[in-house]
């Protein structure tokens, strides 16, 4: 069985046992987390969508810690001005391990 949470702008697929990196949350490391809002619920007896979320449904979480993605280089020039512009960007996230998934009503 696997679900479809929304977390963080993007829509993950996860099932239990499985280590994902969503945006960073302010929870801290060893800290239990609910994600509600379940877009998705599919086993092996059949599938069920909601309309945008399934009511009653959520996926319990463990925080199991925090971190920072590969830098980006963001260059920025405009042509026969002599402007030039170099930023760089490393984007948060926060681990999460999926203890279990509950169905909804």
């Known amino acids: 069985m696997y679900a479809i949470v929304e977390a963080g702008g993007r829509q993950l697929k996860v099932s239990e046992g499985d280590r994902v990196n969503v945006e960073k949350m302010?929870?801290?490391?060893?800290?239990?987390?609910?994600?509600?809002?379940?877009?998705a619920l599919i086993n092996e007896d059949g599938s069920v969508f909601g309309?945008?979320?399934?009511?009653?449904?959520?996926?319990?979480?463990?925080v199991?810690?925090?971190?920072?993605?590969?830098?980006?280089?963001?260059y920025k020039q405009k042509?026969?001005?002599?402007?030039?512009k170099l930023n760089g960007h490393?984007?948060?996230?926060?681990?999460?391990?999926?203890?279990?998934?509950?169905?909804?009503?």
């Open 26 to 39: 302010e929870a801290a490391t060893g800290s239990e987390v609910k994600l509600d809002k379940v877009v």
């Open 51 to 62: 309309s945008p979320y399934i009511s009653g449904a959520y996926v319990n979480a463990e």
């Open 64 to 74: 199991a810690g925090s971190g920072k993605g590969d830098k980006i280089l963001v």
């Open 79 to 84: 042509p026969r001005k002599g402007h030039r």
């Open 90 to 105: 490393r984007q948060q996230y926060t681990t999460l391990a999926i203890k279990g998934i509950q169905k909804g009503d």
